[in-house]
């Protein structure tokens, strides 16, 4: 008998319901369990008792929050400090995919296989696309070589700091930006690799980050003991000119992330607010709202930056560097900002 796979459910498109075959939009995420959708698939090739599942949570991602973030982090730490699990295969809607995959790799940093799949119609649609993502997630998980927390939809696996949902509605509707080259013009950038009929064709290194200095299970302890610090997301636009800032400052917000425009620039009305709240001991970070590229260290900026990480990403990273400030400094929750 192989090593265990472990499948956890969260919910989402993936397990999906809607009373027409043919509705892809108009339906009931988070309704089918997770032995239900293992059920479904041509898994022989796996070998008996290869798989354990749990339901971690049953809900539309769009819904994600700390509480069910906390309480699947747990049971990944737990399962990953199994010897006898091999992978990690999490089921989840795809609205906020990307950022449970990178609140993962940056709390965790696991060196075994963690895989996070998803669909984008229900498992009712006449042709669902969640049963050969699933098949490309186990294959996935057990492919040799494979570490870390990796993202797959539609045949293409991405790294959990690229990774961002760029489509509302067709299948591959995920982008890994720049980090690989332009496999199709109709999207589809920037995979890490792929899954094709099963096998897996890496095109570049697995997203393993350092492991911290403490083990998995002590980290996820003090998460869950951990106050989340008040992390707001503003947009520098035409016309933006600090109000919301100043609202959010005055609402006692512990640090914010501003959407940048093009290199990491901000709306010089938006910028005073912002380092008037820092002066007043908010941290602020900048993050591009352009979906490809990373930003390029300018001489004149006044804000620091998290170069390579989405706007959401960014805020998850400096909630978890702001509640790692709370605690010695030797037991860091996650790579530092
Ligand atoms: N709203 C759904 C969710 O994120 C969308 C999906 O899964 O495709 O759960």
């Given at each position: 008998?192989?090593?265990?796979?472990?499948?956890?459910?969260?919910?989402?498109?993936?397990?999906?319901?809607?009373?027409?075959?043919?509705?892809?939009?108009?339906?009931?995420?988070?309704?089918?369990?997770?032995?239900?959708?293992?059920?479904?698939?041509?898994?022989?090739?796996?070998?008996?008792?290869?798989?354990?599942?749990?339901?971690?949570?049953?809900?539309?991602?769009?819904?994600?929050?700390?509480?069910?973030?906390?309480?699947?982090?747990?049971?990944?730490?737990?399962?990953?400090?199994?010897?006898?699990?091999?992978?990690?295969?999490?089921?989840?809607?795809?609205?906020?995919?990307?950022?449970?995959?990178?609140?993962?790799?940056?709390?965790?940093?696991?060196?075994?296989?963690?895989?996070?799949?998803?669909?984008?119609?229900?498992?009712?649609?006449?042709?669902?696309?969640?049963?050969?993502?699933?098949?490309?997630?186990?294959?996935?998980?057990?492919?040799?070589?494979?570490?870390?927390?990796?993202?797959?939809?539609?045949?293409?696996?991405?790294?959990?700091?690229?990774?961002?949902?760029?489509?509302?509605?067709?299948?591959?509707?995920?982008?890994?930006?720049?980090?690989?080259?332009?496999?199709?013009?109709?999207?589809?950038?920037?995979?890490?690799?792929?899954?094709?009929?099963?096998?897996?064709?890496?095109?570049?290194?697995?997203?393993?980050?350092?492991?911290?200095?403490?083990?998995?299970?002590?980290?996820?302890?003090?998460?869950?003991?951990?106050?989340?610090?008040?992390?707001?997301?503003?947009?520098?636009?035409?016309?933006?000119?600090g109000l919301a800032v100043r609202a959010l400052v005055d609402a006692g917000v512990r640090g914010l992330v501003v959407a940048t425009t093009g290199n990491g620039t901000v709306h010089?009305?938006?910028?005073?607010?912002?380092?008037?709240?820092?002066?007043?001991?908010?941290?602020?970070?900048?993050?591009?709202?352009?979906?490809?590229?990373?930003?390029?260290?300018?001489?004149?900026?006044?804000?620091?930056?998290?170069?390579?990480?989405?706007?959401?990403?960014?805020?998850?990273?400096?909630?978890?560097?702001?509640?790692?400030?709370?605690?010695?400094?030797?037991?860091?929750?996650?790579?530092?900002?």
């Amino acid at each position: 008998m192989g090593q265990k796979i472990v499948i956890l459910g969260t919910g989402g498109t993936i397990a999906g319901q809607s009373s027409s075959a043919l509705d892809h939009t108009g339906y009931t995420a988070g309704q089918i369990g997770v032995n239900d959708l293992l059920a479904a698939l041509p898994l022989e090739s796996f070998g008996p008792g290869r798989f354990i599942t749990e339901q971690v949570a049953q809900l539309d991602s769009k819904d994600m929050g700390f509480d069910v973030w906390v309480k699947l982090a747990q049971r990944v730490a737990h399962y990953l400090s199994q010897a006898d699990v091999q992978a990690i295969v999490i089921t989840h809607g795809t609205d906020t995919l990307e950022e449970t995959a990178y609140f993962l790799h940056a709390l965790l940093a696991p060196g075994k296989p963690v895989v996070l799949t998803c669909a984008m119609r229900p498992a009712t649609a006449l042709v669902p696309d969640g049963p050969q993502n699933m098949m490309d997630a186990l294959a996935l998980a057990v492919s040799p070589g494979a570490a870390g927390v990796s993202v797959v939809c539609a045949g293409a696996v991405y790294g959990p700091e690229d990774v961002q949902k760029v489509h509302p509605y067709r299948l591959n509707a995920f982008s890994g930006g720049d980090a690989g080259p332009m496999a199709y013009s109709g999207g589809d950038a920037g995979p890490m690799a792929y899954v094709e009929d099963g096998r897996v064709r890496l095109l570049r290194a697995w997203s393993t980050a350092p492991a911290g200095q403490v083990p998995a299970e002590a980290l996820v302890t003090q998460l869950a003991d951990a106050v989340w610090p008040r992390v707001e997301v503003v947009m520098s636009y035409a016309g933006a000119d600090g109000l919301a800032v100043r609202a959010l400052v005055d609402a006692g917000v512990r640090g914010l992330v501003v959407a940048t425009t093009g290199n990491g620039t901000v709306h010089q009305d938006l910028e005073a607010a912002l380092v008037l709240a820092m002066q007043q001991g908010v941290r602020v970070l900048r993050a591009t709202r352009c979906t490809e590229g990373r930003m390029l260290p300018g001489a004149d900026q006044h804000l620091p930056a998290a170069p390579g990480l989405n706007p959401v990403k960014a805020r998850i990273a400096l909630m978890l560097a702001l509640m790692r400030s709370n605690q010695d400094s030797s037991r860091s929750i996650a790579a530092g900002v």
